[in-house]
Nanobody, 124 residues
């Protein structure tokens, strides 16, 4: 599976962005697709996951109610809609695909395929 992440940019606090993760080579249908981010000078961290099998998505606490992950199966694309952005959301965002079990879905080591990062900067 090849993943292509896009949609990053510079936005003011309170603004919105939508990130896209497009897959080629295989469909996302049988994969969980996660978004991770790496803030400046920090470790990569879990953001959200759309689990395969139409289970409910899962988010890190700090983005609940602001970020929404969704799938467009015909387009083989997963989106991360980010609203009410804060400066602390500034990071390089990565999408990843894999088959993590529930206990490992926050771990980047549970994902097999990664897209290149897309920079999100939230600043006035």
């Amino acid at each position: 599976v090849q993943l292509q992440a896009s949609g990053g940019g510079l936005v003011q606090p309170g603004g919105s962005l939508r990130l896209s993760c497009a897959a080629s080579g295989r469909t996302f249908t049988s994969y969980s697709v996660g978004w991770f981010r790496q803030p400046p000078g920090k470790e990569r961290e879990f953001v959200a996951v759309s689990k395969w099998g139409n289970s409910n998505p899962f988010y890190r606490d700090s983005v609940k109610g602001r970020f929404t992950i969704s799938r467009d199966s015909p387009k083989n694309t997963v989106y991360l809609q980010m609203n009410s952005l804060k400066p602390e959301d500034t990071a390089v965002y990565y999408c990843a695909a894999g088959r993590p079990i529930t206990s490992t879905m926050r771990s980047d080591t549970a994902y097999d395929y990664w897209g290149q990062g897309t920079q999100v900067t939230v600043s006035s």
